[in-house]
């Protein structure tokens, strides 16, 4: 598994916009691209951070021939709704510890 963790810094008043267009634009990379998909946080500010899986390096390599033209216009709307967009760090998965629901011990 292969990961990529990307920085957006959002012009203030355009988060609504900036958070749509991601989404948007995520769905298309996951069903023409063979991503896995992507997490979004807020981090305050205006900067959100993303992280992207893929199954492998060579297929996040080979993403960007694939998509239709809608995809671009929401890469354009979300592009113009930053200051700045930064690829952080690209990781190659050692462990997943990562569940979707606390462990039962937690709630007692």
Known sequence: MFAAVYSFKVKEGRDDEFIKAWR???QFIYS???SLGSR???EGNGTYLAY???PNEEVYDKAGDNLPDEADEW???MRDACISITTLHK???IDDLLKDKPSKKADQ
């Open 24 to 26: 948007e634009l995520t």
């Open 32 to 34: 023409f691209e063979g």
């Open 40 to 42: 979004l946080h807020h």
């Open 52 to 54: 992207a899986q893929w």
């Open 75 to 77: 890469r354009t709307l």
């Open 91 to 93: 990781l190659e998965l």
